[in-house]
T-cell receptor
Framework: AQSVSQHNHHVILSEAASLELGCNYSYGGTVNLFWYVQYPGQHLQLLLKYFSGDPLVKGIKGFEAEFIKSKFSFNLRKPSVQWSDTAEYFCAVTFSGGYQKVTFGTGTKLQVIP | EAEVAQSPRYKITEKSQAVAFWCDPISGHATLYWYRQILGQGPELLVQ????????DSQLPKDRFSAERLKGVDSTLKIQPAELGDSAMYLC???????????FGSGTRLTVV
């Protein structure tokens, strides 16, 4: 069955540190890839998405992600985090075929220390 | 910016009672989803509508859960009877065509006591 894995469950960084959150999926076919963010007490918001084209995708708030097809990965990056980036981050994937539904990873909690 | 509306925001109910949640998607969005998010986990799809038709309810516990979208616009998710394990955040999302990422509502946090 198709699945999405986020291996980092809880990440703690100091402000200005660089961030990379891992996301891997298991499926050999066509995928659409997303990163969502959930700030404390708020609803899920779309950070960025990849459908085709340039595998390096830039999203809101300085985030970017790189799709590496050979590694089945879509890692999220930010060069310098801020305290306001403290949130939970979810990788999500739609797998080709039929009506597409989004399958979410289990999430990574990011805590940025001032 | 258009939003997905959900109500109520919070709901506390006793075990074995019935509970219902309402969702109004972004105008014109044909695809509507109900997700359940248990604390510490990612959202899990319960049911997906395309207009008024259910296209995926494989993860919906149909003995107690039901969902409808009668006119292809707003939707209701019902649980009867509620169980302690149903305590979770219930999220509604909509999409123009199911492929381009969702817009999520704020969710309904259900606590079953």
């Amino acid at each position: 069955a198709q699945s999405v894995s986020q291996h980092n469950h809880h990440v703690i960084l100091s402000e200005a540190a660089s961030l990379e959150l891992g996301c891997n999926y298991s499926y050999g076919g066509t995928v659409n890839l997303f990163w969502y963010v959930q700030y404390p007490g708020q609803h899920l918001q779309l950070l960025l998405k990849y459908f085709s084209g340039d595998p390096l995708v830039k999203g809101i708030k300085g985030f970017e992600a790189e799709f590496i097809k050979s590694k089945f990965s879509f890692n999220l990056r930010k060069p310098s985090v801020q305290w306001s980036d403290t949130a939970e981050y979810f990788c999500a994937v739609t797998f080709s075929g039929g009506y597409q539904k989004v399958t979410f990873g289990t999430g990574t909690k990011l805590q940025v220390i001032p | 910016e258009a939003e997905v509306a959900q109500s109520p925001r919070y709901k506390i109910t006793e075990k074995s009672q019935a509970v219902a949640f309402w969702c109004d998607p972004i105008s014109g969005h044909a695809t509507l989803y109900w997700y359940r998010q248990i604390l510490g986990q990612g959202p899990e799809l319960l049911v997906q509508f395309q207009d008024e038709s259910v296209v995926d309810d494989s993860q919906l516990p149909k003995d107690r859960f039901s969902a409808e979208r009668l006119k292809g616009v707003d939707s209701t998710l019902k649980i009867q009877p509620a169980e302690l394990g149903d305590s979770a955040m219930y999220l509604c999302a909509s999409s123009p065509d199911g492929s381009y990422g969702y817009t999520f509502g704020s969710g309904t946090r259900l606590t079953v006591v």
